[in-house]
């Protein structure tokens, strides 16, 4: 197994910006196949991007791109993106689970709405997508699921500031946890890849009081992401990975490139 992802074809969730694209423009460099499934379809002047400004970066950056307007926590949707992925690809070979809401409000701050949202998105979202691309990744070669999802940590200072996110978001964990062993066997690998630190994206305004000149760019996450998609399914499974500690067992020592001011201190991401 060289360590390419040339000719993969790639299903990433909300990749028309932030860290899903990284992903996708690292893949496309090898010459991959990246399926933007966003719904992001037209320009939004809060956010930058859309699916089909990455699919310009994707195809220029030396990839074949699919852009696919999607919402995730819609089943019809979701599975007519896998069937038109398929059909233009022949299959897929990985899903990276990167769309994600977020909303750091306590129990008594958060509308019902917004906790709809999350668990919509994070968890029946992870668990869709993820069900309606496993008979394709059972097909695959080197097959791998990627979820972007912290680690598993029970200590109540992660739920007691924003109970409904930390729910949210575990329930993307718990699927990795359910996941990679319901399908180590068949040799699906699943994983979950998590920031050490604070990355700088669209995202970070959600984060109050972070300064991004104390952050790191996506590209640590899609060089990290590259890193484990690479590896053979069989190898790594059920694990729940930090960007840096991937990088370091890569062999990449000097971390500075990644920062968006080197000469400042790194904020810790949440759940660390």
Request: hydrophobic share 45%.
């Amino acid at each position: 197994m060289t360590a390419s992802l040339a000719n993969r074809t790639l299903l990433i969730t909300g990749a028309s910006r932030g860290i899903g694209l990284a992903i996708g423009l690292r893949a496309a460099r090898d010459g991959a196949n990246v399926v933007i499934a966003a719904k992001s379809n037209v320009p939004n002047p809060k956010l930058p991007g859309t699916i089909h400004t990455a699919a310009a970066e994707i195809e220029a950056a030396g990839g074949r791109a699919l852009a696919i307007q999607c919402d995730i926590r819609d089943e019809d949707q979701v599975r007519a993106a896998v069937a038109a992925a398929v059909e233009r690809f022949g299959g897929i070979d990985i899903l990276v689970n990167n769309a994600s809401a977020i909303s750091l409000t306590g129990t008594l701050h958060t509308p019902m709405k917004r906790f709809d949202l999350m668990f919509g998105v994070n968890v029946r979202g992870t668990f869709l997508c993820s069900q309606a691309c496993l008979p394709h990744l059972l097909e695959s070669e080197n097959p791998h699921i990627l979820t972007l999802s912290p680690p598993l940590n029970m200590d109540p200072v992660w739920f007691g500031p924003h109970l409904a996110y930390t729910m949210a978001k575990y329930g993307m964990s718990q699927c990795v946890l359910g996941m990679a062993e319901e399908f180590r066997a068949a040799g699906v690998a699943v994983n979950a890849l998590w920031p050490r630190t604070a990355i700088h994206t669209a995202a970070l305004a959600m984060i109050p009081g972070i300064d991004p000149r104390n952050c790191r760019t996506p590209q640590i996450m899609a060089d990290a992401a590259h890193a484990v998609l690479t590896t053979p399914s069989w190898a790594r499974s059920g694990q729940f990975l930090l960007d840096e500690d991937v990088l370091r067992e890569a062999g990449v020592q000097d971390f500075s490139g990644y920062a968006v001011d080197a000469t400042r201190p790194l904020t810790p991401d949440l759940f660390l």
